[in-house]
């Protein structure tokens, strides 16, 4: 445990030397980057053994906050969780290196990278933490730490309105869980994770605290209509602060979904329904309005979404086999959400370093102004081509392989039981659907970014990243293709895990791992074969071209002889069907100011799709809060003596109801 | 796998361009035309393999990677699609999921490539794929589901070796014609037969999987005709699996029946292009969802009466 603790407290103290170093842009980024990666390093190293072989390692040392208990531990699931925060932290910190340097005219770097570390700590001592003090208290650090870290560009108003959206989403999330703990802890007389598994609680109670974990848990995770914090704060922060966010931060909120269920005794099958709802919801809604955006970073903000319904549908599946007593279905359903987990950290790191690479070429966010940057970006190009491919879910690549496992755990719940195994079977059907979608949201982004003609004039002149920044992008994309090809292998590292969750014993697991293995293995054997056969044809091909006569010439338009960039389709042409047939749900915008005359001087088209749960919703409940607080305002008149009063007036009373409950007794 | 075996799964890859000339030809008899021969499509295919090629200057490597990639993973589907009650070359359970999974490899990879040119009509092309597809994707696992709950196996061929006759004499018959409907139409759209898309317009603005490869030439060609002439043969194979639910124990008789059944399906395919006009591009989203809708009703009934 102890370098455990080391690597946690490491990037800590760096990112405090880097704000001492704060007027030394370079030393400050030294000492916060090298910290962080050595941190990462240890941690990866020290967990290697849980992953393997599932030792559980663990730590109590007393805490004199009331409740409190320094009690930490790393078993299965925990230590998947430490693998994608230790490894794609590194990445990132790395990747930030360079990134953040551009601004260290006008910005001091110290507390970025401060805050950077302590978000990576804490998310680390989040997922070890045994004691539902010690968990609070880290909830809170790392929501702080980030909302720090989104609110990077404060002296933009959009990006400080982000971190405020951020701020009171994060923090109405971490409310739910206040009275999840309390409620949990006043049950069981304890905050200790141990002794919650111990107390049997009442199924009532259960399913209380079960929903109490969906909304608390599910607001950092971007459940809709939890979700709305998300696409307004991922595309504030430093890119490398939203791949981290987005492929980690959210997941923080699964893995409590996933630690409550440890908790709260056998699941209603109602759960694992509600959790599908949640998944299909989520999915569809997220790929939809992801398809509707002109905003690269708010595009994959939104998708991060849909993979968060992705992931609920197997957690859903999971419950919904263990209410049934189906092993193999639940092994399959957590499996396939918990490799999930991996595998968007992968994609979405790496479409977020994607993003930031092209932002730091050309300073543009905006697809509609992009285009043709594969030729001058071929690094950032392709591997962001193998990321939309990925997660597209299509093999031979790692979303493929657990949305596999989601679906053979939906199907395999099919044979043999009737009509009560619709809700399981529709999560086939989503998954269909919000994969065709996902492939024509991805198309358009790397599309209209990468290929085709440079729309505007910075475009022409971008140029690709530093190495420092493509070094990492490239270790993603490899494992893209790993996770594809090795499916055995990245299967076996969450089965002990999704195990843990759906409470198996080893007798069954066993007979699970045999045939679940044998399966794994073919679908690698196919992602095997489509690369075989892609470098065979693209030989053959090579084969047939060499004696002949190839040329270029201008792309056939018709005969047209003047073709321009603007011509070309833009991001929202190419979504435009789509969002037209899906337009009831997504309510776009459209302003046309029409050509008028003999001679138009001015036309134009201007299209958006803002969040409907946003604008529909939440605004018009917090106004109507606002309105409702304003006839409070004399209570708050800004007189510290009355304030003093107020503090006063409540301890009597306080002490009149203290002593009053005793005098009764 | 037997010998005999072995012969029909190769000649999968030698006969798919069949199905293509007896759709053509299908259609030149109800025009009242001779038609191009039965083999033209291998003559076109031979004839574009021994070209040259002329790339678009926007265009990357990308643009040269469709093709490949869309033919490999085409390739791979057609390894998974049992050959009637003969079976598949590779089965595994799940083994349905992979199959769709490459089916969208490919069209990521086509619609990607068609960006790739920077051209009004190719990308147009590509978002009516995008829209399509995305679409038609639910309707073909509702149809797959169907043989799942009705044959209780998770890979294809399990599914096409458990329907026999006594299966459509059951209830279950008339859950496999809803399937069969189901899987039919995905077919029409997945393949750019009329009346989704229409393989033999000349006006680009029409045009949705030909404008997409409008660019391409050569050997790239040969490999995208190639490829459509696979992707035919894998749904229809589906079809005749589901249609077709005579088993004979001979795996030549079996074999045979099979060729039959594709036969027929590419003239039915055939018939419905001579008979029917296209639907414009925004009736074709109700297509798919009516497809959609009968899959749902196939598996409800499913469920109710497994």
Same mark, same amino acid.
């Given at each position: ?28 980024t030294?000492a916060?980057v090298?910290s962080a990666?050595?941190?990462? @390093? ?6 290697g ?6 030792t ?7 805490w ?5 208990e320094f009690?930490?531990a790393?078993?299965?699931?925990s ?13 990132a +910190?790395?990747?930030g290196a360079?990134?953040l ?11 970025p990278w ?16 045994r004691?539902?003090m010690?968990?609070?208290v880290?909830?809170?650090?790392m929501?702080?730490?980030s909302?720090?870290l ?15 959206t ?11 869980l206040?009275?999840?703990?309390? %409620?949990?802890?006043?049950q ?11 107390r ?8 209380a !605290? ?7 848990f ?9 979700? /709305?914090?998300?696409?307004?704060a991922h ?5 490398h602060?939203s +791949?981290?966010m987005? *492929? ?7 893995y409590g ?14 759960w694992?329904f509600?959790l599908?709802?949640? *998944? ?18 708010r595009?994959?903000?939104y998708?991060?979404?849909?993979n ?8 859903g ?6 209410s049934q007593?189906?092993?193999t ?6 499996a396939?959400a918990i490799?999930h987990v991996?595998?968007h950290a992968?994609?979405k790191?790496?479409l ?7 932002l ?5 966010r ?5 285009g ?26 790692n979303?493929?392989?657990?949305e ?5 755990g939906s ?5 043999g039981n ?6 399981p079977l ?10 065709g979608?996902a492939? @024509?949201?991805?198309?358009? @982004?790397?599309?209209?970014v ?9 475009? #022409?002149h971008a140029h690709?990243?530093p190495?420092?920044?493509l ?14 090809v ?14 843990q ?6 007798q069954?697991?066993m ?20 690369? +075989?056969? #892609?470098?065979l ?7 047939l071209l ?18 321009a ?11 435009q069907p789509?969002?037209e ?5 997504l309510?776009p915008?459209?302003?046309l100011?029409r050509?008028t005359g ?8 201007h299209t958006?799709t803002?969040?409907i ?6 605004r ?12 409070l ?8 003596h009355?304030?003093?009063?107020y503090i ?5 009373? !306080? ?11 | ?9 190769v ?5 798919a361009?069949?199905l293509l000339?007896?759709?053509?030809r ?11 021969? !039965?083999l ?5 295919i ?9 790339y ?19 390739i ?19 083994d349905? /999921? ?10 990521f990879?086509?619609? %990607?490539?068609?960006?790739?040119t ?6 147009m092309?590509?978002?009516?794929e995008?829209?399509?597809s ?6 073909l696992?509702l149809? !797959? ?29 008339? /859950?496999?014609?809803?399937a ?8 029409l759209?997945?393949n750019?037969?009329?009346?989704v898309?229409d ?27 190639y ?9 229809s194979a ?7 639910? /005579?088993?004979?124990?001979s ?19 055939g018939v ?6 296209r ?6 989203p ?13 598996v ?7």
């Amino acid at each position: 445990m102890l370098p455990l603790l080391v690597a946690l407290g490491l990037p800590v103290v760096g990112g405090a030397l880097a704000v001492a170093l704060g007027r030394f842009p370079r030393a400050a980024t030294a000492a916060g980057v090298l910290s962080a990666v050595a941190g990462c @390093a240890l941690g990866l190293v020290s967990i290697g053994d849980t992953l393997a072989t599932g030792t559980v390692i663990a730590l109590r040392l007393p805490w004199r906050v009331p409740y409190g208990e320094f009690s930490v531990a790393v078993d299965s699931l925990s230590a998947v969780f430490l693998l994608v925060i230790f490894g794609v932290s590194l990445l990132a +910190a790395v990747y930030g290196a360079r990134y953040l340097l551009a601004y260290r005219q006008h910005k001091s770097l110290g507390a970025p990278w401060f805050f950077f570390n302590l978000l990576v700590s804490s998310m680390a001592l989040l997922v070890m933490a045994r004691n539902g003090m010690l968990f609070l208290v880290t909830w809170e650090i790392m929501a702080i730490s980030s909302f720090f870290l989104v609110t990077f560009e404060h002296e933009k108003a959009d990006v400080r309105n982000a971190g405020w959206t951020y701020l009171v989403a994060a923090h109405v999330g971490t409310a739910f869980l206040l009275v999840f703990f309390a %409620v949990l802890g006043s049950q069981t007389g304890s905050l200790d994770f141990d002794r919650f598994a111990l107390r049997p609680l009442a199924p009532a109670l259960a399913s209380a !605290l079960f929903l109490l974990a969906v909304v608390g848990f599910g607001t950092k995770a971007g459940f809709v209509p939890l979700h /709305v914090w998300l696409p307004e704060a991922h595309p504030a922060a430093p890119s490398h602060v939203s +791949a981290l966010m987005s *492929g980690v931060m959210l997941k923080t909120g699964i893995y409590g979904i996933l630690r409550t269920l440890t908790f709260l005794g056998p699941p209603p099958a109602w759960w694992g329904f509600l959790l599908i709802g949640i *998944g299909l919801t989520s999915g569809v809604f997220g790929v939809l309005f992801a398809l509707a955006q002109h905003d690269l970073k708010r595009l994959l903000a939104y998708h991060s979404v849909e993979n968060i319904g992705i992931i609920a549908l197997g957690m859903g599946i999971g419950v919904w086999g263990m209410s049934q007593g189906q092993t193999t279905v639940a092994i399959l359903g957590f499996a396939g959400a918990i490799l999930h987990v991996v595998n968007h950290a992968v994609f979405k790191a790496l479409l977020f370093l994607g993003a930031g690479s092209v932002l730091h070429a050309t300073g543009e966010r905006k697809m509609d102004r992009l285009g043709g940057l594969l030729k001058k970006m071929p690094v950032t190009g392709g591997t962001f081509l193998i990321a939309a491919a990925a997660i597209s879910g299509v093999p031979p690549l790692n979303g493929f392989v657990s949305e596999f496992l989601i679906i053979m755990g939906s199907l395999s719940s099919a044979t043999g039981n009737g009509i009560a195994t619709a809700a399981p079977l529709l999560v086939v059907v989503g998954l269909g659907l919000i994969g065709g979608l996902a492939v @024509a949201c991805f198309t358009k @982004a790397f599309g209209v970014v990468f290929l085709g003609s440079p729309r505007t004039e910075h475009t #022409v002149h971008a140029h690709e990243s530093p190495a420092s920044m493509l070094l990492p992008m490239l270790i993603l994309a490899g494992l893209c293709v790993f996770i594809g090809v090795g499916a055995p292998l990245a299967v076996g590292l969450v089965l002990p895990a999704a195990a843990q969750i759906a409470g198996a014993d080893s007798q069954s697991v066993m007979s699970n791992v045999a045939t679940l293995t044998s399966t794994v293995q073919h679908i690698a054997g196919v992602a095997a074969g489509v690369l +075989a056969l #892609v470098a065979l044809l693209a030989l053959v091909r090579w084969l047939l071209l060499a004696q002949r006569t190839v040329t270029t010439a201008v792309t056939w338009d018709c005969g047209y002889e003047r073709p321009a960039p603007c011509m070309q389709y833009t991001s929202s042409s190419f979504a435009q069907p789509l969002v037209e047939i899906f337009s009831r749900l997504l309510g776009p915008r459209r302003h046309l100011e029409r050509p008028t005359g003999y001679f138009p001087h001015s036309a134009s088209l201007h299209t958006e799709t803002p969040d409907i749960f946003l604008n529909q919703g939440y605004r018009p409940l917090f106004e109507w809060v606002n309105l409702a607080s304003i006839s409070l305002r004399w209570l708050q008149n800004g007189r510290v003596h009355l304030y003093l009063l107020y503090i006063f007036v409540t301890l009597v009373l !306080l002490l009149i109801w203290q002593l009053g409950l005793r005098g009764g007794v | 796998m037997r010998p005999e075996a072995l012969v029909f799964q190769v000649g999968a890859f030698v006969l798919a361009p069949v199905l293509l000339g007896v759709i053509n030809r299908t259609k030149a008899a109800f025009a009242g035309r001779t038609g191009a021969p !039965l083999l033209q499509p291998y003559y076109d295919i031979w004839k574009l393999l021994q070209k040259g090629a002329v790339y678009s200057s926007t265009t990357t490597w990308v643009f040269r990677a469709g093709p490949i990639v869309g033919l490999a993973a085409v390739i791979v589907a057609v390894l998974l699609t049992p050959i009637g009650k003969v079976g598949a070359a590779v089965a595994f359970p799940g083994d349905l /999921v992979a199959f769709a999974g490459l089916l969208g490899l490919m069209r990521f990879f086509t619609i %990607v490539a068609a960006m790739d040119t920077g051209s009004s009509f190719e990308g147009m092309g590509a978002s009516r794929e995008a829209m399509i597809s995305a679409i038609a994707e639910p309707a073909l696992f509702l149809g !797959l589901l169907v043989l799942v709950l009705v044959s209780g196996s998770l890979s294809l061929t399990g599914m096409m070796g458990s329907i026999v006759v006594a299966t459509w004499l059951r209830t279950t018959g008339a /859950v496999l014609a809803l399937a069969a409907a189901t899987i039919f139409l995905v077919l029409l759209a997945e393949n750019a037969r009329i009346p989704v898309d229409d393989p033999n317009t000349h006006l680009e603005l029409t045009m949705v999987h030909e404008v997409m490869v409008l660019d391409h030439g050569g050997p790239d060609f040969g490999y995208i005709t190639y490829a459509a002439a696979l992707k035919l043969w894998v749904f229809s194979a589906l079809i005749v699996g589901i249609l077709l639910p /005579v088993q004979t124990g001979s795996v030549l008789a079996d074999g045979g029946l099979f060729l039959a059944g594709m036969l027929v399906v590419a003239i039915v395919v055939g018939v419905i292009e001579s008979s029917m006009a296209r639907l414009r591009m925004l009736h074709v989203p109700h297509l798919l969802t009516a497809a959609g809708g009968l899959g749902a009703l196939a598996v409800a009934l499913a469920l109710v009466a497994g």
